[in-house]
């Protein structure tokens, strides 16, 4: 993941400060030349806040002066395209609510739609959903059938209950069913790109309402593109890591009679920083074939000294009668951003359909600096 200074750093504070005095050329802008001066420090939804609030303040008076101007720049200047389009987006969106007439807010939603293109204006427009979701979601539902990829995408991506990067909806948090409508619209569209979000959305979702998404599923399946069976796994991945067993059944994976050897360690104490490898074997035991989603739960050492499993995904296999799946996998401890390791007792098990084995203690031993101090 890149910084945000290489996302919304200073070159692209200057072109958007450039890009809106040409359109705005007789206009002395103060905030948005010195916008950046401020970055050290802040994180990239921060930054875009800032520059936000700088275009507010540099382009005062009434939503359509502001849109006038926003549409002038993007005719104009090429370079108005990129991250620079999420303050921008930001501030359309700010503007229309404060100005609080069904007018600004209709514009301020095309206006969204004719700018995410240039690259997006999913964050944007959770503004005008807090604002008014029902007039929103009318307004949006249109743009499943628009002719630009990026419009469909927004429809989706745009509604999605846990959008990261993005606040939150209450509306469509009590409401989630209120999306549906726009994912029926979409999951059999043409772009993977918007597909992808539309898995997404829906797997949003199952974090609150698994019988809303099992059943949205359940629909699709019954009427399907072929690509609708690969977005439909998409969907469900939460839910199948979770075990569920309607996701499961859905998905062709039954109860199956098995056995499972392991997993077995390879050791049972784990250098900072290292892997720990783990093997097992899974037979069919039943008298009929076996189709079988195979995960693995890694219980992580909290540092509260409680554990925490997360599941990861190891292999989907047929097994006829007496046929057997060897599993030889290595699972690393190496220092990522998005994890924080804590030493201590740690677990893994397998899970097959749902059904998870019991867990196998292993040790991840303290960084070498740390164990040497505790000497």
């Known amino acids: 993941m890149p910084f945000a200074d290489e996302l919304l750093g200073v070159d692209v504070a200057a072109t958007l400060a450039r890009s809106i005095q040409g359109a705005v050329p007789d206009r002395v802008l103060r905030e948005l030349p010195r916008a950046a001066d401020a970055f050290d420090g802040l994180s990239l939804r921060e930054r875009a806040d800032l520059l936000r609030d700088a275009l507010l303040a540099d382009v005062p008076g009434n939503y359509a002066t502001l849109a006038r101007t926003i549409r002038s720049a993007a005719e104009h200047d090429p370079a108005f395209t990129g991250w ?15 100005e609080g007439t069904d007018a600004s807010f209709d514009d301020a939603m095309a206006l969204l739609s004719e700018l995410t293109g240039r690259l997006t204006a999913e964050f944007a427009i959770r503004t005008l959903l807090r604002h008014d979701l029902e007039r929103a979601l009318d307004i949006i539902a249109g743009w499943t059938v628009a002719s630009d990829e990026h419009v469909r995408r927004l429809a989706s991506e745009g509604t999605r209950a846990y959008l990261p990067w993005a606040v939150r909806v209450p509306g469509l948090l009590s409401h989630p069913a209120a999306t549906v409508r726009i994912l029926d619209a979409l999951y059999r569209d043409d772009s993977e790109y918007v597909r992808r979000s539309v898995a997404n959305h829906l797997n949003d979702l199952s ?43 859905l998905l062709g994976f039954g109860p199956a009679t ?28 039943g008298v009929e074939s076996a189709r079988l989603s195979v995960d693995y739960v890694v219980h992580h050492h909290r540092a509260n000294g409680t554990l925490s499993g997360k599941v990861f995904k190891l292999a989907t296999a047929d097994l006829a009668p007496g046929e057997e799946l060897a599993i030889d996998r290595r699972h690393s401890f190496r220092a990522i951003t998005t994890r924080r390791y804590y030493p201590g007792a ?30």
Request: glycine share 4%; proline share 8%.
């Open 84 to 98: 620079l389009i999420w303050p921008v987006t930001s501030a359309v969106a700010a503007r229309a609510v404060a």
């Open 258 to 285: 098995v056995q499972i050897d392991g997993p077995l360690l390879a050791e049972t104490r784990v250098a900072w920083g290292e892997e720990v490898r783990f093997t097992a074997v899974i037979r069919n035991t």
């Open 346 to 375: 740690h677990a893994i098990a397998l899970q097959v359909n749902g059904v998870a084995t019991s867990p196998v203690a292993f040790e991840l031993l303290p960084p070498a600096g740390d164990a040497a101090e505790a000497r």
């Open 207 to 249: 974090r609150d309402s698994p019988e809303l998404v099992v059943e949205t599923a359940r629909r699709w399946l019954e009427t399907p593109a072929a690509t609708t069976p690969a977005l439909v796994r998409r969907a469900l991945r939460t839910l199948v890591k979770r075990g569920d067993p309607r996701a499961l059944a």
